[in-house]
């Protein structure tokens, strides 16, 4: 009689499935979206590093030294970078000063390793152009403290500030 019952009631759920038919699959409906950024024309200056003419004696000929800054601006932008006269007074583009105290060290700043190309603040004068292109780029600075009286001993110094233009 047990056998009897699971038996009907296997055919009773068989024939409920065939009266249902296949199993019903879930609807789908799609759409879309736009991504979208707008980009301008950027530029920062990422890093800079300093130009030191480390220690030296008497200043009876020239020092030459150089140093790397990096730039990023973006693709296609066009740029002119120009390093200003320094925040010490009485200093040029031409002729840049280090200061301890009242007392001066001139230096120089160049864009070429020869060093006759003054790096100077005045777009489309003195100034180094270039185009972006979405990565760092590094520029050098190539420095001299030429030939000139000796001051007294001490630590001299100066900030130059890099501006691009674009």
Do not use: H, K
Not at 13 to 22: F, H, I, S, T
Not at 122 to 131: C, E, I, L, Q, R
């Amino acid at each position: 009689m047990g056998r009897q019952r699971t038996l009907s009631t296997c055919a009773g759920a068989l024939a409920v499935l065939a009266l249902a038919g296949p199993a019903a699959e879930a609807a789908v409906a799609t759409g879309t979206f736009t991504s979208t950024i707008t980009l301008q024309a950027s530029c920062q200056v990422v890093s800079t590093n300093t130009l030191d003419f480390g220690t030296q004696n008497l200043l009876s000929a020239n020092v030459d030294v150089q140093a790397n800054f990096t730039v990023q601006c973006t693709s296609t932008t066009p740029y002119n970078i120009g390093l200003n006269a320094g925040s010490t007074a009485g200093g040029t583009v031409a002729t840049r000063l280090m200061t301890s105290g009242a007392a001066t060290v001139q230096y120089l700043m160049y864009s070429d390793a020869g060093r006759t190309v003054n790096w100077g603040n005045t777009p489309a004068t003195d100034t180094v152009s270039g185009t972006g292109n979405g990565s760092a780029q590094v520029l050098t600075v190539y420095g001299r403290v030429p030939a000139q009286a000796t001051p007294a001993p001490a630590g001299y110094s100066d900030t130059v500030t890099v501006t691009i233009n674009y």
